[in-house]
């Protein structure tokens, strides 16, 4: 395992009063337990860091449940739109170094990505792309409508065909859902700002990413293509009780209409990189990501650029996926009220997650990051699994 920027504490948890809380270990492991032993969670890292320093640890599970092979910190899962933070820290080295701008056109780096509305194309700027308010949508959330599956726009999970521009074409051809700054809207913006990303930066997507973020972070685990197939996850979707296998070469998750998932896909140097969730990568690797964004950007970016990846950049506009009380900032949802969101977390925490099972959230106010990678979708990102572990996390309330 490559050395992580996070200070690494042996054994399977930190003794509790190093959080200040007693308890850690015994709330989250008790959280975890009933999940992963009725496999309802097939397998999941959990890593809690305070401070800088790795508190809780845990591996659990199976990798791969039909063949035995247990989960480690090891395991490289499939981070789905968790990727989206990394490709937002891409774009904002990038604007770090002068070389793109949050307002320019996205006309300016792509002169084919003009989507109508109505009898006009309206101007789409990178900052809308990043703050998912630029027009776009996904079709799950469109299901009387879908327009993207009509026009065969692959949405960066199933079997890729193409090119990352023949894609783009594609969903540039679909009229926008809503002029670009009216509406919150949670978005394919991330691949067309992939594909901004590789003019500005006059290289492959997945390179860019390599050189402005993953190399100065060591997150040498963490690509778009898995290189040793052994050490990736098998991916799972939610049953009737335990979690089921996902079938190949495609499946459905449980999402709208349903979302097509090609659990090959992640194996597949063919496949156009899907910057809204083409990535995989392990717990470790993605730590230090939050870390380098919650101290202040060093040495991917500048203290401003990681500051508008944690702070709430959308005005009256609310990310409603995440309920009620949640912003955006250029990159995650942002928690402005506590109370209206019912949860025990700061203001001013940030989080995401990934359709295919795993989840971040970041409390500056504390000094605290989690990241829950799972191989199980949907369980492992939307409802009682993540609720139990902030709760754990934070004592049922009392600051961790």
Same mark, same amino acid.
């Given at each position: 395992m490559r050395t992580s920027t996070i200070s690494l504490v042996a054994g399977a948890a930190l003794q509790a009063s190093t959080l200040g809380h007693a308890g850690l270990a015994e709330r989250v492991d008790a959280a975890v337990e009933p999940w992963v032993s009725e496999q309802r969670i097939v397998g999941a890292v959990i890593l809690v860091a305070r401070d800088g320093r790795l508190v809780y640890r845990r591996a659990a599970g199976f990798a791969d449940r039909e063949a035995g092979r247990p989960v480690t910190e090891?395991?490289?899962?499939?981070?789905?739109?968790?990727?989206?933070?990394?490709?937002?820290?891409?774009?904002? *080295?990038?604007?770090?170094? #002068?070389?793109? &701008?949050?307002?320019?056109?996205?006309?300016?780096?792509?002169?084919?990505?003009?989507?109508?509305? #109505?009898?006009?194309?309206?101007?789409?700027?990178?900052?809308?792309?990043?703050?998912?308010?630029? &027009?776009?949508?996904?079709?799950?959330?469109e299901p009387d409508e879908d327009l993207y599956t009509d026009a065969g726009v692959d949405q960066g999970l199933g079997v890729a065909s193409g090119t990352l521009e023949d894609n783009l074409r594609k969903l540039?051809?679909?009229?926008?859902y809503y002029p670009p700054g009216r509406e919150w809207r949670y978005s394919m913006a991330t691949d067309v700002l992939g594909a901004v990303v590789e003019q500005a930066a006059g290289m492959p997507l997945p390179q860019a990413v390599a050189r402005y973020v993953t190399e100065p972070l060591a997150m040498g685990d963490t690509a778009f293509v898995v290189a040793d197939p052994s050490r990736l996850a098998a991916a799972y979707r939610d049953g009737e /009780?335990?979690?089921?296998?996902?079938?190949?070469?495609?499946?459905?998750?449980?999402? /709208?209409? /349903?979302?097509?998932?090609?659990?090959?896909? *992640?194996?597949?140097?063919? *496949?156009?990189p899907s910057g809204g969730g083409g990535m995989s990568g392990t717990a470790a690797d993605y730590l230090a990501l939050l870390e380098a964004v919650r101290r202040g950007g060093a040495p991917i970016l500048s203290a401003r650029s990681a500051a508008a990846l944690a702070r709430h950049a959308i005005g009256e506009l609310r990310a409603w996926t995440e309920g009620e009380g949640w912003g955006f900032s250029l990159g995650a949802a942002v928690l402005l009220d506590p109370v209206a969101a019912g949860t025990p977390q700061s203001a001013g925490t940030w989080q995401w997650g990934g359709a295919l099972g795993s989840h971040f959230f970041v409390d500056p106010a504390l000094g605290l990051s989690v990241v829950v990678l799972t191989n199980t979708a949907v369980a492992g990102v939307i409802g009682e699994f993540p609720r139990a572990i902030i709760e754990a996390v934070y004592g049922a309330g009392d600051s961790p």
């Open positions: 090891e395991t490289m899962f499939r981070l789905a739109s968790m990727t989206k933070l990394i490709v937002s820290a891409t774009a904002l *080295a990038l604007v770090d170094r #002068g070389r793109l &701008g949050l307002d320019d056109p996205v006309t300016r780096w792509l002169p084919y990505f003009s989507p109508p509305l #109505g009898d006009r194309n309206p101007v789409i700027t990178v900052r809308q792309l990043m703050t998912h308010t630029a &027009g776009l949508s996904y079709s799950f959330f540039a051809s679909v009229p926008l /009780g335990a979690a089921v296998r996902m079938a190949l070469p495609l499946d459905r998750l449980p999402l /709208g209409a /349903g979302v097509p998932v090609s659990p090959s896909r *992640a194996l597949d140097a063919t *496949a156009w």
